[in-house]
Each structure stands twice: as structure tokens, then as C-alpha cells.
């Protein structure tokens, strides 16, 4: 019922910022899309919450090694969420992937929908 694509990555200096966007589309993306969700995955290891905001952007979330330096925003008109991401690191480094679903919950698999993930490198 719902489509995700991100956008944005790419190769970054330490310190630097980038921001990573997702888009949702589908025929009932906008009640399946209440709570909008980025996590991260390095190969190895398991999927890591980022951040997340539900759909009036009043509440958002951030996982502890990300807040400060990570902010989440949304735009309902465009069906799309973004992250834009500061003082990166090179532990930052992941494939992102944005998800939706209609609770905030920071277990990847209480979500349903799923991007196919963008890369984001951070070099030293």
C-alpha cells in the first residue's frame, strides 16, 4: 500500500552535514505514513534506530547516538520526510533506509514498508 524511495547520500568529511530525504507514495500512503521512521545498517550488524516523527511533526524521536546532531522533519504536502544530518562521524556511516508505519516504535520490524536505502559515508 506504500512506497518509499530515499534520496540524498553520499560522501561526506567528518564534520560535515548531509541530508538524506524520503518520499512515500501509494493509495493509502497518508494513513499508513502516520509515523515516518530512519534507521541505519552497517554489513554485520543490526539495524539501528536514527529517528523518528509522526505525522503532525509535534513528536519526534532520536536514537542517543544521533541526537544533537541529527534533526527529522516532514512535509505531508509532498509526502515526504527528511533528515538533515550535522557533525557527522565516521561511525554515521550506513546505508539509511526511511520507514513507515502508524505507531512510533524504534523495533525495525514493527514497521511494514520499507525504502530501499540510501548510502551515507563519512570519511576521517
Known amino acids: 500500500q506504500v512506497q518509499l524511495v530515499e534520496s540524498g547520500g553520499g560522501l561526506v568529511q567528518a564534520g560535515g552535514s548531509l541530508s538524506v530525504s524520503c518520499t512515500a507514495s501509494g493509495r493509502r500512503y497518508s494513513t499508513d505514513t502516520a509515523v515516518m521512521v530512519w534507521f541505519r545498517q552497517v554489513p554485520g550488524r543490526e539495524r539501528e534506530f536514527v529517528a523518528a516523527i509522526g505525522r503532525s511533526a509535534l513528536s519526534t524521536y532520536y536514537g542517543k547516538s544521533v541526537k544533537g546532531r541529527f534533526t527529522i522533519s516532514r512535509d505531508n504536502a509532498k509526502n515526504t520526510v527528511s533528515l538533515q544530518m550535522n557533525n557527522l562521524k565516521p561511525e554515521d556511516t550506513a546505508l539509511y533506509y526511511c520507514?513507515?508505519?502508524?505507531?512510533?516504535?524504534?523495533?525495525?520490524?514493527?514497521?511494514?514498508?520499507w525504502g530501499q536505502g540510501t548510502q551515507v559515508t563519512v570519511s576521517s
Open positions: 520507514a513507515a508505519g502508524t505507531a512510533p516504535n524504534s523495533t525495525p520490524n514493527s514497521y511494514a514498508y
